[in-house]
């Protein structure tokens, strides 16, 4: 058998690709060291946040307004909740760079983007307490992404179309000519005209087995759970949130299907010597207090903790994707650190792959993600 295209990781951004290749016609063979969905990667935890005004940047916009339109086709296709629209509010100091750029952002694409008041927000949501010098930006068409049932749905979706998946399958050597690409797994030979590498932390692994190794740093990170006697926090209740002083930046997500507030730190976190090796939740102070001192100044008081879990960023240099032919390989296309920011985009990376893997121009450019912009 020889597949059209072999995937290496078939999380997030290699399941999608995985699909819209099925969908193409293509004979797609899907390998992961684990059985997506699951928690060794960076997708577990339920959910995931939607923005379209960026604060990362105004040319991810297009890309996330994209992506947003492939969330809804793949929710009438599934029987999966895959989007909950509940708005994101950007909040923080006047002086963020980041909200400056959320305002830009939607400024540029014309997006709808209401400025508000400390006071307003804590009118509109009470769950809110922001201090008197804040303001917040609310995009109500974003919002929460299921990010694990996403995963089944292109996985079901994909294997109706045809797809092999390789679960629980290590990758020990990688042979490949201009036209041949030979993945060795367990006691088996994979055989296929061209790779997608979509590995995640385990990127570096992967492209070893090619003597080639990309800037990417795999980064402990942590997020949690937390309860409280009050109502305010419920889906329909509260939007999902994003927090940034220069300093620090935290996110957050109403309490979607009783599951409790759920909060994270996006910047800091621990870089991994070995990306599997994962401390437990609870192994540094931090873990716990970060979030929940956040909690307590800008939400309520009683909030306690529920529950907490360890997840993994994996970090490029500028916090940018690499999505790039893997350097002196014309049929191994790779698509990885997506540094913390990458889940919203993944229905429109896993298109624009199979796009460009059956020769096809992506809906959106992904020119700014090349691998030479390292060259200087
Ligand atoms: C705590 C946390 C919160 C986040 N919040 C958001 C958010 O709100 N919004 C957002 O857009 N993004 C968010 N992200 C980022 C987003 O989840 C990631 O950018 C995205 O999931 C990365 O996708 P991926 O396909 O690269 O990795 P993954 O989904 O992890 O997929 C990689 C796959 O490769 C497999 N693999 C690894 N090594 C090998 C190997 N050697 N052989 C075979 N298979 C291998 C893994 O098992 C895995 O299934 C968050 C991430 C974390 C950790």
Redesign the pocket.
């Known amino acids: 058998m020889m597949y059209d295209v072999i995937i ?7 399941m999608a690709a995985g699909y819209y290749l099925t969908e193409a016609g293509q004979k797609v063979a899907l ?4 059985d ?1 969905p ?1 928690e ?4 577990h ?1 339920e ?4 923005r379209h005004a960026y604060g990362e940047g105004g040319n991810y916009v297009p890309l996330a307004l994209h992506s947003q339109e492939l969330w809804e086709e793949l929710e009438g296709k599934s029987e999966k909740r895959i989007f909950l629209k509940t708005g994101v509010l950007n909040f923080g100091p006047k002086d963020s760079a980041f909200l400056d750029t959320v305002q830009k952002s939607a400024q540029e694409h014309n997006l709808s983007l209401e400025e508000m008041t400390a006071e307003e927000i804590n009118t509109r949501w009470p769950g809110f307490q922001l201090e008197s010098e804040f303001i917040g930006y609310f995009e109500k068409n974003s919002g929460v ?1 299921f ?1 694990e049932n996403a ?1 089944r749905a292109y996985r079901t979706l994909a294997e109706k179309n045809g797809a092999d998946l390789y679960t629980n ?3 020990h050597a990688i042979e490949t000519t201009a036209d041949e690409v030979t993945v060795k797994v367990n006691d088996n030979e994979i055989k296929g005209k061209k790779l997608l590498i ?6 570096n ?2 492209a070893k087995l090619l003597q080639r190794t990309l800037p990417l740093s795999p980064t402990r ?3 949690s759970w937390f309860k409280t006697e009050k109502t305010h926090y419920e889906e329909g209740m509260f939007p999902g949130w994003g927090y940034d002083d220069g300093e620090s930046t935290y ?1 957050g997500f109403p309490s979607v299907e009783e599951a409790g507030i759920k909060i ?1 730190r996006h910047d800091q976190g621990h870089p991994l010597e070995e990306p599997e090796k994962l401390e437990p939740f609870g192994t540094y102070p931090e873990d716990e207090e970060e979030t929940l001192a956040f909690a307590h100044k800008y939400f309520s008081k009683d909030i306690q903790l529920k529950e907490g879990r360890v ?4 970090n490029t240099p500028d916090e940018d994707f690499i999505i790039d032919y893997l350097p002196g390989y014309a049929n191994v296309l790779v ?2 650190g ?9 229905s429109g990376i896993g298109e624009s792959l199979a796009k460009i893997l059956t020769g096809r121009e992506p809906a959106v450019s992904l020119e700014s993600f090349r691998l030479d912009r390292f060259d200087h």
């Open positions: 290496i990781g078939a999380g997030s951004m290699g390998i992961d060291a684990y997506p699951h060794e990667g960076s997708h935890g959910t995931r946040l939607i992404l990010s995963i399958t290590r990758v979509t590995a995640g932390k385990g990127t692994q992967v990170k942590t997020f996110y994270g997840c993994t960023y994996t698509a990885c997506f540094s913390g920011h990458g889940f919203k985009f993944s």
